[in-house]
């Protein structure tokens, strides 16, 4: 049935992206935004994650020609976002802990990096350098001063960033076989 339509898969050659026009702009205008973020708020390359997963999301909510300059999530939801939920990547946020005594702070600080997307109770993704790990609090328990931004190193692992379905790559020369491939 699909060859009767004429219709069927077509491959673009090798070396040539520009054929991917609307897949390219969109990886591209994306790595614009994440690259900004970082470099504006004078962050380390290690928090492309989710750097990523945060224009990501502003992306998803943001009007866009193709839909009458209604966003995807006005699209699928039938309601605009709340703006209000848009925060500034990389900026100090204060977060209510725990279990504290009555003599403890009741509120400790750290870097927001985003929000978890498949919450859909408004829960934050902070980054605490004390504790060199990323935690989950709801909105309503973050007060956020999006005029700091700490400059402060990110784990070296990005598997909290929740990208554990990604292959790490093995670092070094691939070991030849016995017999002579790789």
């Not at 991917?20 to 470099?39: C, P, Q, Y």
């Not at 990323?134 to 400059?151: A, G, L, Q, T, Y």
Request: aromatic residues 10%; contains cysteine; charged residues 30%.
């Amino acid at each position: 049935a699909v060859k009767a339509k004429h219709a069927g898969m077509e491959y673009a050659p090798p070396k040539r992206h520009e054929y991917n026009g609307v897949a390219e702009r969109a990886i591209r205008t994306l790595s614009e935004k994440t690259t900004t973020m970082l470099v504006l708020d004078e962050m380390s390359p290690r928090y492309w994650p989710w750097a990523v997963s945060h224009a990501t999301s502003q992306m998803r909510r943001s009007g866009h020609k193709a839909f009458d300059y209604k966003s995807p999530y006005e699209m699928i939801h039938g309601e605009k976002p709340n703006a209000h939920e848009f925060k500034t990547f990389g900026c100090l946020v204060y977060f209510r802990k725990d279990d504290t005594s009555n003599l403890e702070p009741r509120y400790d600080n750290g870097i927001y990096i985003g929000n978890e997307e498949e919450s859909t109770f408004g829960t934050a993704l902070i980054y605490v350098p004390e504790r060199r790990s990323v935690i989950r609090r709801h909105i309503i328990d973050c007060k956020f001063d999006e005029s700091n931004f700490p400059k402060v190193d990110p784990p070296r692992d990005t598997a909290t960033a929740n990208l554990s379905h990604v292959k790490k790559r093995k670092k070094g020369k691939a070991k030849k076989s016995r017999r002579g491939g790789i």
